[in-house]
C-alpha cells in the first residue's frame, strides 16, 4: 500500500472520500459517498448475496455508480469483480448493507479489489472428497466457500499455507468454466482434475 488519497469531490451527487493505492497505483480501497436525489436513479449495482458477510460486484447496469466511472479515472471506478465490505456504518452484515443500499438517501460504499489465485487439485478416485461446502444463489456467478471440511482442499491448504481455500473465498471458475454455477458444480463431481480460480477481497 503506497497512498491514501482524502476526499476527491466529482459532483453533487457522488464523491470520492478516500482511496487506497498499491504499488503500481491502482486503487486497492476505495470509499465512495453517493447522494441520492428525489429523481435520481439507483445505484445500478446487480450484486450476489449468497456471503453473509460482503457482498460481491457481479454486474454493473444504468445508475450512480456508471455516472461515478464516467468521471472517475480509471484506478478508482467500481468493476464487477470487486467487494463492498461496509456500507455506511454497517460490516459484516451482507443483507444489512443490502438494505441500506437499497433504502438509504445517502450511502457510503467501502469498495476492495479482488485478490486471485489458482488452486490445482487432483482426485485419485472417484471416492475422494473435495471437502468444500459450497454455496450459490440465483443471481450468482460464482461458487462462495461456506466451510472446508475434511479433504483434498484441507490436504491442499496444509500444502501451501500462502494460497490457501477460506471461508468466504468464491469460486469464479472451475477448469475454465465460469459464470454458471451448476456447470462449475458439475465439473468438480465429474473432473479427477480440477483447476480452481478463487477470489477474496484484498486485505
Avoid at 480501497?29 to 449468497?50: M, N, Q, R, Y
Avoid at 453473509?52 to 455516472?67: K, N, S
Wanted: hydrophobic share 40%; aromatic share 4%.
Amino acid at each position: 500500500v503506497e497512498a491514501v488519497v482524502p476526499s476527491l469531490r466529482c459532483t453533487e451527487a457522488f464523491s470520492l472520500k478516500s482511496s487506497v493505492s498499491d504499488a503500481s497505483g491502482r486503487a486497492c480501497e476505495l470509499v465512495v459517498d453517493f447522494v441520492k436525489a428525489d429523481d435520481a436513479k439507483s445505484l445500478g449495482l446487480s450484486i450476489d448475496t449468497s456471503d453473509d458477510d460482503r457482498l460481491h460486484i457481479i454486474g454493473l447496469q444504468d445508475g450512480l455508480v456508471r455516472a461515478y466511472n464516467r468521471v472517475a479515472p480509471p484506478q478508482s471506478q467500481i468493476m464487477a469483480g470487486d467487494y463492498i465490505v461496509a456500507v455506511n456504518d454497517v460490516e459484516g452484515d451482507a443483507l444489512e448493507m443490502l438494505k441500506k443500499c437499497r433504502d438509504e438517501p445517502t450511502v457510503a460504499l467501502k469498495i476492495r479489489r479482488p485478490v486471485d489465485w489458482r488452486v490445482t487439485i487432483r482426485r485419485a478416485s472417484d471416492m475422494d472428497s473435495w471437502g468444500m461446502r459450497l454455496a450459490y444463489n440465483t443471481e450468482s456467478k460464482s461458487l462462495l466457500v461456506r466451510a472446508v471440511d475434511p479433504g483434498l482442499v484441507e490436504e491442499w491448504n496444509r500444502a501451501n499455507p500462502t494460497a490457501q481455500v477460506l471461508p468466504h473465498d468464491r469460486v469464479i471458475a472451475v477448469n475454465g468454466v465460469k459464470g454458471v454455477p451448476e456447470q462449475m458444480v458439475n465439473a468438480l463431481r465429474t473432473s479427477p482434475e480440477c483447476v480452481l480460480d478463487m477470489s477474496r477481497p484484498v486485505e
